[in-house]
Structures are given as C-alpha cells and as structure tokens.
T-cell receptor, first 116, second 114 residues
Framework: AQSVAQPEDQVNVAEGNPLTVKCTYSVSGNPYLFWYVQYPNRGLQFLLKYITGDNLVKGSYGFEAEFNKSQTSFHLKKPSALVSDSALYFCAVSVSGSGNTGKLIFGQGTTLQVKP | KAGVTQTPRYLIKTRGQQVTLSCSPISGHRSVSWYQQTPGQGLQFLFEYFSETQRNKGNFPGRFSGRQFSNSRSEMNVSTLELGDSALYLC?????????????FGPGTRLTVT
C-alpha cells in the first residue's frame, strides 16, 4: 500500500533557528511528492513539489525540501524560522490512478510551533 | 487570478438530511478533487472529476457523490447524513489531472451534523 508518514506530531523551534519537518513515503513507481501548509480555518497552500531532477527543491516563503531516494524521505526545511511559519504542515504523495490521473495521499500532519 | 472558492463556508445539518457543497475552480483548471478532513482520519481523498467525468474515487460509501459541469465547477452531495460526516470538506483544482500537477485548495466547507 502506498503511504506517507510524518513521524512528529509537533515540532518546536525558536525564531531564527533552522527548522526541519520530516516525511517518509512508501510508493510503487515514481514518487511525486508535495508539501502543503494549512493555517487555522484555511485551506491548504501549496509550498513545493518534487517530480524529478535535482534532489533539493526550492519553494514558497523560503522553504525547501530534500528528496532522498535511498531513505525514501522528503524532509521540509527552512534556514531561519519565522513566528509566522507556525502552522500545520502536510506531506503528500501523488498516486497514479487510471488514465494517468493522480490523487494525493497525505501524511497525518505536523504542527510547527515557532517561538519568539 | 482568483483562487478556488467554496460555498457555503459553514453548514449545520441534521442527521438523515442531505447536503450539497459547491466548488468553483481556478480559471483554466479542468480537474477538481474533493477531500474530507477530520481530526481522527486526517485528509482523505473522496473523488476527482476531469472534463465532467469522475476519474478517481476514494473509499467512501455511495452516499457521497459528485459531479462536474461544463464550466469545470463541481458539486458534491452527501445523502442521509451521519454524525461521522461532520468534517471540513476541501475542494482542490489543478490545470490537468496528471499526477505531477499540484493541486490548489479552497478554504473548505465546515459541515456539522447534529
């Protein structure tokens, strides 16, 4: 079965420090990986994706993610955290369906708390 | 470019009733997907529509259905509501339905079943 795991329910980091939100995946075939962020009472916002090519992917708001095929991981990172980064983060994998379609399978989410 | 819009934003229904939720995708996007978000089950895929055809379906009972119109707007319907259907229902659109295309989400409809 294809799945995504986010091993940490919550990550706490001080403002200005680097942050990492972890994600591992299990898929058959090529992994198409995504990160989304959700603020309270809002929908999900797309941050970045890995399709192929360079293992380091840069996205919105200074976030980046590193794809590691051997460890089946796709960790989200940011060099310097902001209080405004505090939110719920979801890792997702796009699973191919019939007719070259794709549906997203999400991890359970990680709450990022950035303290001033 | 306007984002994905969902109406209504909040809804309170009674067990046994039915409900219809609406989603307008980003202009030019032909694929619309629906997801259910609950504290216990997280984000779960309901179904996807592309060019008015259902392309993918998640593991939900037949009480959950949807459709897409020629202008790509989509509706989902839940019949015979149960307490467990209380959730945030998210609609997402993308330019095409291939697995590499990112999805853009609306703000969601918060459904409460009493």
């Amino acid at each position: 079965a294809q799945s995504v795991a986010q091993p940490e329910d919550q990550v706490n980091v001080a403002e200005g420090n680097p942050l990492t939100v972890k994600c591992t995946y299990s898929v058959s075939g090529n992994p198409y990986l995504f990160w989304y962020v959700q603020y309270p009472n809002r929908g999900l916002q797309f941050l970045l994706k890995y399709i192929t090519g360079d293992n380091l992917v840069k996205g919105s708001y200074g976030f980046e993610a590193e794809f590691n095929k051997s460890q089946t991981s796709f960790h989200l990172k940011k060099p310097s955290a902001l209080v405004s980064d505090s939110a719920l983060y979801f890792c997702a994998v796009s699973v191919s369906g019939s007719g070259n379609t794709g549906k997203l399978i999400f991890g359970q989410g990680t709450t990022l708390q950035v303290k001033p | 470019k306007a984002g994905v819009t969902q109406t209504p934003r909040y809804l309170i229904k009674t067990r046994g009733q039915q409900v219809t939720l609406s989603c307008s995708p980003i202009s030019g996007h032909r694929s619309v997907s629906w997801y259910q978000q609950t504290p216990g089950q997280g984000l779960q895929f309901l179904f996807e529509y592309f060019s008015e055809t259902q392309r993918n379906k998640g593991n939900f009972p037949g009480r959950f259905s949807g459709r897409q119109f020629s202008n790509s707007r989509s509706e989902m319907n839940v019949s015979t509501l149960e307490l467990g259907d209380s959730a945030l229902y998210l609609c997402a659109s993308r330019r095409d339905s291939g697995p590499t295309y990112e999805q853009y989400f609306g703000p969601g409809t918060r459904l409460t079943v009493t």
